[in-house]
């Protein structure tokens, strides 16, 4: 198990909709002259945000999901729910997939709204005008993470009830791992960023992997789908 929620962890943090606010972030330090020296210290100040925001979501889900599995009906109802979810999403993202391979990302159907990735950019747009950019960037990396659930959320919340079915009620460690996983590709970004790598190599990353991240994320929610359904049978044998 936790090999599943490291790889839940990291495909999250490299789908498109975090991919996005990562580069946007790194372009919008470079056009604002930002020293390599400060978009590190930058880099580690927003992860550090996205993190403890991402956990303390994660623990507010891990609690009240297993208050509502300690309701015989509820829990049942849920986890049938939540299966549900993940095939709808595994379809969607094998759908997102094939438009992703024709280069047509704008139109997939897992992603930010363009509501809320404006607001994100307008966040990301005050916090580096900010004079302590370092703290700022800690908050903005906060208010991101938050605003990004509408779409990281759609991974987060069944891996979540996948590591409290496979026996795992205390979920601290795993979310820890998730979240850990979740940062890798921002820490990735930022340190590369600091060698001089430019926001338009990610651009083009981003366009070329697609594809394979939602064809994997696809893979992943039929492997959660099926075992929020048939995993009381495998843990009983």
Do not use: W
């Not at 747009?125 to 938050?146: M, N």
């Not at 605003?147 to 409290?164: F, K, N, R, S």
């Amino acid at each position: 198990s936790f090999g599943v929620v490291a790889g839940a962890g990291l495909l999250d943090g490299i789908n498109p909709c975090a991919f996005a606010t990562i580069i946007f972030l790194l372009s919008y330090l470079q056009i604002a002259r930002r020293t390599p020296r400060e978009i590190l210290a930058v880099g580690a100040a927003f992860i550090l945000g996205v993190f403890l925001a991402y956990f303390a979501v994660g623990l507010g889900l891990a609690q009240a999901l297993t208050k509502l599995a300690a309701l015989r009906f509820a829990g049942t109802a849920l986890n049938y729910v939540l299966a549900a979810f993940a095939l709808v999403v595994a379809v969607l993202s094998f759908r997102d997939a094939q438009l992703a391979a024709r280069g047509e990302l704008g139109e997939m159907t897992l992603q930010l709204p363009g509501l809320l990735k404006d607001q994100i950019r307008g966040v990301i747009r005050t916090g580096a005008k900010a004079t302590r950019f370092v703290i700022a960037a800690f908050l903005v990396g906060l208010v991101v993470s938050l605003l990004e659930l509408a779409c990281t959320g759609q991974v987060y919340l069944p891996t979540i009830q996948y590591m409290l079915k496979a026996g795992h009620g205390r979920a601290v460690n795993h979310l820890l791992l998730y979240n850990t996983a979740f940062v890798v590709p921002l820490i990735v970004v930022f340190v590369l960023a600091f060698f001089g790598l430019r926001s338009e190599a990610l651009i083009a990353l981003q366009k070329k992997h697609t594809s394979t991240v939602k064809v994997l994320t696809g893979l992943l929610f039929l492997a959660m789908a099926a075992f929020l359904l048939f995993g009381h049978r495998l843990l009983a044998r």
